[in-house]
């Protein structure tokens, strides 16, 4: 694994996650038969009109009916079909999660979730958009699995490997760009984590977006003489409890970063195993109990706290707590 | 594949599904009566005469599929499952117990035969339409029948799926209602008004008739009638009475959630039995 850091002297890649979701789906659909892919009236938006061109047959636009297509994707599953469906986080998570939890997730049913436009980088289109809440909605429901990829090249891995999963999965993508993190040799396994960065300090577990973040944070730091681990914590259900436990023992210290609320996310999992395993001084970088607002996603992440330099303060914050 | 039960011979069945039903619900000491009750003679004809399913072999791929929207009438699937050969009639008194294979709700997990699980309303038409649209993807030739309750008409996400159905074409889907008229606080009309049914289905695109929901003749002649419905899907709305066979039941709303006592099971026996 080779891990760029954004700010680094190599020039940062940009690639989408939402896009690369697109075109391995239709990729996937030649060597999956059984694959079927659920939308509701938002195909361009999710990048699954390329699935749409490609097997047309296969494709069911359900319209703006979130809840009918949760239903029929449960359906679909049950005679044998392997359903994708999408929409953005919050229509997804949010506006049908009582029929994920009664129609897929109780009974256990293979349908993948793949979300697009998760956390506040949304942007401009302001609250009613900005899903803050999915990954918490989506980790309490028995037998789901969270994944939140860090880069385009996480994303393939993923896909790759909830294709082959059988089970609930939720996959949360994102409306921007990520910088590419990792290269092609990266593996990604179901609930392992990875460490991207070395650092005996301080531990700063993220995901998503936020783990180029960190990264950045980590090289500024290292700059003051803090050398920061960097883990990314790709499945948040079921958690990497052991790469956890074994970091905060190593550091002493954790900051979590996620662009979800402080409660419910990555920071509350990331404190449920330590607080019961390995009890250790923490800080959360998330939405801080609040609602979104209009802006671009640069100006989003910076009020609410979301930057590089957001991290550096917990770290500092959490070190005098050691 | 279980072989066609004479016509003549539904009436016996559904007489011991009936005593099946309030002994169980007895036993279990909680559970739905009145809308299991309405139910009978309705899942009796799919399960007995209608469906291509095989009880010793319920995953079958060939099979027709069922699902119990309104799925707090498990008892009366539960209960024609059992008598079919899905799994020992014993089992009944097990209802609602820890450990069950009869959860209070339907588990496709833990019952053989239960197609997919159920119980918060509002969401079998939906599934029922991804079932039809998987198979129609396989050249299947199996259909796919759903029982959804009065009251439940009310949830939303029915009429998204009523639209699915259409805009999909979806003809091997026979939804059936069961028009019983009451919920738990009271009678459909007074609660939540969701009449005109038949204009707003067939607005919806659907094909739409209407039968005596415990006359085993009328609703076979619907079943076979909507089989022959091309291009569009096709609603049977079964007018029932909630309570229906035991005299001091029917039509009651406070029986829509309430077991037997053993009294009244005692009474009911005698009214089927006598």
Sequence with gaps: MRVKAEGSKETVKFLGTRNVYGEVLAALGDTYPQIVVLNADLSGSTQTELFHKKFPHRFFNMGIAEQDMIGTAAGLATVGKLPFVSTFAIFAAGKPWEQIRQSIANPGLNVKIVSTHGGITVGEDGASHQCLEDIGLMRIIPHMVVIVPADGIETRKVMSAIVEYKGPVYVRLSRIKFPVIFDEGYDFKISKGAVVRAGTDVTIVATGLMVSHSLTAAELLEEEGIAAQVINISTIKPIDQELIINASRTTGAVVTAEEHSIIGGLGSAVAEVLSEHSPTPMRRIGIKDQSGTSGSPAELLERYQLNPQHIITAVKEVLQQK | ?274
């Design chain 2, 1 to 274: 594949m279980i072989s066609k039960t004479p016509l003549e011979e539904l009436p016996a069945i559904a007489r011991q599904i009936r005593i099946d039903i309030l002994t169980m619900l007895t036993h279990a000491g909680s559970g739905h009566t009145g809308g299991s009750l309405s139910a009978v003679e309705i899942l009796t004809v799919l399960y007995f005469v209608k469906m291509r399913h095989d009880p010793s072999n319920p995953q079958w791929p060939e099979r027709d599929r069922f699902v119990l929207s309104k799925g707090h009438a498990a008892p009366a699937l539960y209960t024609v499952l059992a008598r079919c050969g899905y799994f020992n009639p014993e089992e009944l008194m097990s209802l609602r117990k820890m450990g069950s294979i009869l959860q209070g709700h339907p588990d496709m997990n833990t019952t053989p035969g239960v197609e997919i699980s159920t119980g918060s309303l509002g969401q079998g038409l939906s599934i029922a339409n991804g079932m039809a649209l998987g198979l129609k993807l396989d050249k299947s030739s199996s259909r796919v029948y759903v029982l959804l309750g009065d009251g439940e008409v009310q949830e939303g996400q029915v009429w998204e799926a009523a639209m699915s159905a259409a805009h999909y074409k979806i003809d091997n889907l026979c939804a059936l209602l069961d028009f019983n008229g009451l919920q738990i606080d009271g009678p459909v009309r007074e609660i939540m008004n969701i009449e005109p049914l038949p204009d707003k289905w067939s607005a919806f695109g659907w094909d739409v008739c209407q039968v005596n929901g415990h006359d085993p003749i009328a609703i076979l002649d619907a079943l076979h009638r909507a089989e022959k419905v091309k291009g569009k899907p096709s609603l049977i709305i079964c007018e029932t009475v909630k309570g229906k066979g035991i005299s001091f039941f029917e039509n009651k709303v406070e029986y829509h959630g309430v077991s037997p006592t053993d009294k009244e099971l005692e009474e009911a026996l005698k009214e089927l039995c006598g």
